[in-house]
T-cell receptor, first 112, second 115 residues
Framework: SQTIHQWPATLVQPVGSPLSLECTVE??????LYWYRQAAGRGLQLLFY??????ISSEVPQNLSASRPQDRQFILSSKKLLLSDSGFYLC???????????FGQGTRLTVV | AQTVTQSQPEMSVQEAETVTLSCTYD???????LFWYKQPPSRQMILVIR??????QNATENRFSVNFQKAAKSFSLKISDSQLGDAAMYFC????????????FGTGTRLTIIP
């Protein structure tokens, strides 16, 4: 069966520090991969999505970046965190529109 | 660009009653999918129901059903016989088919069940 791993579950980082959140999927090949951010009590904002290795579409051109070094690995990064980067980050995968999206457990990021 | 709008930030319903959550979307595509996801306090996203745009018949999953009006670009969720476990954030989502398979969510509706 397919599973998605996202870590860490919680993270507290100082302003100006770098960020790396990792997401991996098991049990499937060539999935679509997504990074979302959810501010407290708010909706899901699509940050990045990828339909294949090396193919990244950016929805939010801020100080975040994403990479897909392997088929089932999706990494969210920042060189210098801002206070406004605090939030709940969710990774998800799907097989195009064949399946619904399956979500990881999320990472709660607090920038202090 | 696709947009998804949920105009009800919060809704409440008496247990065992029926509630309808609204969703509208904007797209120039003709082939797409619509979803309702539920996010309980655990924050795990759970698919509630899925609708394919080319199917005129409204999707139904047990107590959950949708009213899909393609011309009006409307996709509402009806929850019948509301239960305490239905309390959650509900998100409407849109995904195009083939190629650019971006999955876009609305801002969500927080549903409270009143015992």
């Amino acid at each position: 069966s397919q599973t998605i791993h996202q870590w860490p579950a919680t993270l507290v980082q100082p302003v100006g520090s770098p960020l790396s959140l990792e997401c991996t999927v098991e049990g499937t090949s060539n999935p679509n991969l997504y990074w979302y951010r959810q501010a407290a009590g708010r909706g899901l904002q699509l940050l990045f999505y990828s339909v294949g290795i090396g193919q990244i579409s950016s929805e939010v051109p801020q100080n975040l970046s994403a990479s897909r070094p392997q088929d089932r690995q999706f990494i969210l990064s920042s060189k210098k965190l801002l206070l406004s980067d605090s939030g709940f980050y969710l990774c998800a995968w799907s097989l195009g529109t064949v399946t619904e999206a399956f979500f990881g457990q999320g990472t709660r990021l607090t920038v202090v | 660009a696709q947009t998804v709008t949920q105009s009800q930030p919060e809704m409440s319903v008496q247990e065992a009653e029926t509630v309808t959550l609204s969703c509208t979307y904007d797209t120039s595509e003709s082939d797409y999918y619509l979803f309702w996801y539920k996010q309980p306090p655990s924050r795990q996203m759970i698919l509630v129901i899925r609708q394919e745009a080319y199917k005129q018949q409204n999707a139904t999953e047990n107590r959950f059903s949708v009213n899909f009006q393609k011309a009006a670009k409307s996709f509402s969720l009806k929850i019948s016989d509301s239960q305490l476990g239905d309390a959650a954030m509900y998100f409407c989502a849109f995904q195009t088919n083939f190629g650019n398979e971006k999955l876009t969510f609305g801002t969500g509706t927080r549903l409270t069940i009143i015992p």
